[in-house]
Structure formats: structure tokens, C-alpha cells
């Protein structure tokens, strides 16, 4: 599965607007944002880099102003995750990604109902609703709700879950699948709308689309603490391997 997971994160990166490949490595750039969580890289699985090529990585993102950054899963390239380690590169952090297969998915029989968004005033209120799902730590703008009407129309999923008053109380977003899985990310809810099943409910939404619509063998995500863990193993996932994020600050 390691390699499985890799490989989709080649090919998505190589979905970036402005990719590069350069030394075993693509680098996924989008010149609408100086994000380091989309403009990042990662190797090929298996790829075994020199110094020179990972000289030739960090060259193309100062010259882009922008900070190295990697996310991988270090087993499907051990030696990439060598040679970064030997040129400075720090783990900013490792998570374990949770799996989720059509033997595993449990939809939920009771819970609020989730939506596709249709209309540009739906991506800019999603967009808007999981800037504040996540503390700012994405802001909200036209250039977020592009890219998830970009993620719908290219082959991805956006599911969302409305209040009471119309507006959207959160959701979350599946990128297109390749190497026969997909990621699913982006899980968020408004603070006054948490402990409402809404994170289950988009979660087992698009692991559904994707098994059972789309054909993958399987949906991956990410977590970020115990509690999103036993909410997406209730619908689910279950731990399968670690990715790594790695950055060089000098």
C-alpha cells in the first residue's frame, strides 16, 4: 500500500498547474498560491538521488521563492529519504494514513444529509467554511474555491453538509484517483456545528463515491488527532503506513 500511495502522489502533483521533474523528483507548483501544503514535492517510488539532484530540487524552489518541502511515504523511497536527510532536510512531522476499502466502508444509517456543490456561491461558502473549520490556517478565497471546483471537475469529489440557515457547516474534498486509490482530505466543520456527525457523514459520502461509483480499490487520508481518528475509523479506516513531511529552512 506504501507504494500504492506514492504513486497517487506522483501523479497528483503532476496535476499541478506548473509541474517539474527534475533528478527523480516532481515538484507540484501552482503559481495562484505560495502555499507550502500545494506547492511541495516527492520522489519516485524507489528513486535513489544524488546530492546533485537534490541540489537541483532545492534550486527550483528558491527560485520560485518558495520553501522545500516534501511529503512522501519514506518506505517506498528509502534512499530519497536518505539523501534529503544528508542535505539538511528536517521531519516537520510523520502521520500514520488510514485506508479505507470496500470490505471496510460502514456508511452511516442515520446522520445530516451531504450535497455536491453546484454553484459558485457553494464552492466560496465551503471554501470559506473549512478556512474557519481550520483556524485560518487556510484562508478563504476565489483561488480556494477554484481549486475545489477544479478538484469536482477533474475527475475528485467535494461533498458538503448545510445548517439549518442554508449556509455550509463543513465538508471535505476527494482528489481524482490514480494508482487504484485516492485521497480524501480537507475534512471540516464550522466550530458551533461540531459533534453533529458531519465529519462522518462527507467522510463516508466520498469513500463511497470513489469504491463504489468510481471503481478505486481503495481511499486514504490523513488525520490530525484522536479524536478525527475514531471518527473515520468508525466509518472505516484503518491504519495502514506513514507519509513524512520534510522541509529545509536554510
Do not use: K
Amino acid at each position: 500500500m506504501d507504494h500504492d500511495v506514492q504513486r497517487f502522489t506522483v501523479t497528483h502533483l503532476r496535476r499541478r498547474p506548473a509541474p517539474v521533474e527534475t533528478g527523480g523528483f516532481v515538484l507540484g507548483f501552482d503559481p495562484d498560491t505560495t502555499s507550502p501544503f500545494i506547492n511541495y514535492a516527492t520522489p519516485l517510488p524507489g528513486a535513489a538521488p544524488t546530492a546533485a539532484d537534490v541540489a537541483a530540487l532545492v534550486a527550483a524552489f528558491r527560485e520560485r521563492d518558495l520553501t522545500p518541502r516534501l511529503e512522501f511515504t519514506p518506505d517506498a523511497a528509502p534512499e530519497a529519504a536518505a539523501a534529503l536527510t544528508a542535505a539538511g532536510f528536517t521531519t516537520e512531522a510523520e502521520h500514520t494514513y488510514l485506508v479505507c476499502t470496500p470490505d471496510t466502508l460502514a456508511v452511516p444509517e442515520a446522520g445530516p444529509a451531504v450535497e455536491a456543490p453546484t454553484t459558485d456561491a457553494d464552492y466560496l461558502s465551503l471554501d470559506a467554511a473549512l478556512a474557519e473549520a481550520f483556524g485560518g490556517e487556510f484562508p478563504q478565497s476565489d483561488e480556494g474555491a477554484a481549486r475545489l471546483r477544479r478538484t469536482a471537475e477533474t475527475g475528485g469529489a467535494v461533498r458538503l453538509v448545510r445548517a439549518a440557515d442554508g449556509t455550509v457547516a463543513g465538508g471535505a474534498l476527494c482528489s481524482a484517483p490514480a494508482a487504484g486509490t485516492a485521497e480524501l482530505a480537507g475534512v471540516g466543520t464550522r466550530p458551533a456545528h461540531r459533534g453533529r456527525g458531519i465529519a462522518a457523514a462527507v467522510t463516508a459520502e466520498l469513500a463511497r463515491t470513489m469504491l463504489h461509483e468510481r471503481g478505486t480499490g481503495s481511499v486514504w487520508l490523513e488525520y490530525g488527532g484522536q479524536d478525527s481518528r475514531r471518527v473515520y475509523e468508525r466509518v472505516g479506516f484503518r491504519p495502514r503506513g506513514t507519509r513524512r513531511y520534510a522541509r529545509l529552512d536554510v
